[in-house]
């Protein structure tokens, strides 16, 4: 039996108005939620291996009540303290190691005297029981109310919080390099010498306040702060302060940098209230300012500042006075004055050009005449 065609087309026009109500209620419906997608589970950092080693000597938390000689390799758990009676003396090429054995991060605490001498051939070195240390894995060596002669010689200390910290103490080092710490040495209260080594590659390079320091060729470098010091006495002598975030910030301090090399850094040399002087050092390639000086009274003589990012000599204030340098081709200005007194520059070598100076509007002028003709002959 055949359908009409009244029939059919009947049907093809319900199957028409179905399709119709269809989408119409599918389009004032909301949309369906997407369904929830579980996050990842994080990738478990990998276990960190130890270094291989078979110490002679393993402290926890103990007091060394007497004398005692470190060679070989010494293995640390806990806190380790040198009473005040009693030295410490390190052999060349001793291996100490922290490892944390409890909840207290390990540490050497020096209450008496620590003799660490090592050779150039044969270094002392204060690590991590980690093969590669990291900066924390160990607290570090705190000389703790020790005005006596401490010594640290031809060592290396890595992996640290504070590789070397001194409170109220006395600390002479030679040839002693803090490397990959979160500070590489801090000092408060402490009269301190040293001679070459330096900080590298840490949160912060060198901590100084309300302490006596001479730095004679010492190095910082790689770190994000160079030096910070307050209110201390520093003697910077041929220093190399380079490749760090912040190469130097002084504030309250007395401070003499003489020679040396202020390099390849984010922001140069920021001094606040210091005095003292700033002789014979070349400040070049900073991305920022080579040097600030506010509310500080100093010498600037004798220095080359040139090819920095920023401005050259940036300072907010007449107290100090700048001649006999060589300030050129800085990206910024070659002299920024950002006060409102007049500040001295006479007898500079501009390069021969006219100085490229910022007086802030009319407000901070810059006395520069006599301009030199010539480059001084120091530099």
Known sequence: MTASPRCALVGCQLLAALLFTSAAVSATLPPAPAAAVAPSPPFPSAPRSEARFTPTLVYQDRVLSEDTVWRGEVLVEGSLTVAPQATLSIEPGTVVRFRRGNKQTPLLVVQGRLLAVGAKEAPILFTSAFAVPAASDWQGVMLLGSEKKNVLENCRIEGAQSGV???????????????????????????????????FDCDLGLSLADSEATLRQASVEGNRQGISAK?????????????????????????????????????????????????GVLFTRNAEHALSLRGSRLRVNANQ???????????????????????????????????????????????????????????????????????????
């Open 165 to 199: 910290e001194a409170l109220f103490s006395t600390l002479a080092l030679k040839n002693v390099r803090v490397e990959r710490s979160a500070t590489g040495m801090r000092f408060q209260d402490t009269l301190l010498t040293m001679e070459g080594g330096g900080v």
């Open 231 to 279: 209110r201390s006495s520093l003697y910077l002598f041929e220093p190399q302060i380079s490749a760090n975030k912040a190469a130097l910030s002084a504030d309250d301090c007395r401070l003499k940098i003489q020679g040396g090399s202020v390099l390849g850094n984010g922001s140069g040399v920021t001094l606040g209230g210091c005095q003292g002087s700033v002789v």
């Open 305 to 379: 500042i040139s090819g920095n990012g920023g401005h050259g000599l940036v300072v907010y204030d007449g107290a100090s006075v700048a001649w006999d340098n060589a300030i050129y081709d800085n990206a910024g200005y070659d002299l920024y004055n950002a006060g409102t007194e007049t500040f001295r520059a006479p007898g500079n070598w501009w390069r021969g050009v006219v100085p490229r100076i910022f007086t802030n509007g009319g407000q901070g002028k810059v006395s520069y005449a006599p301009v030199l003709g010539d480059r001084p002959g120091r530099l």
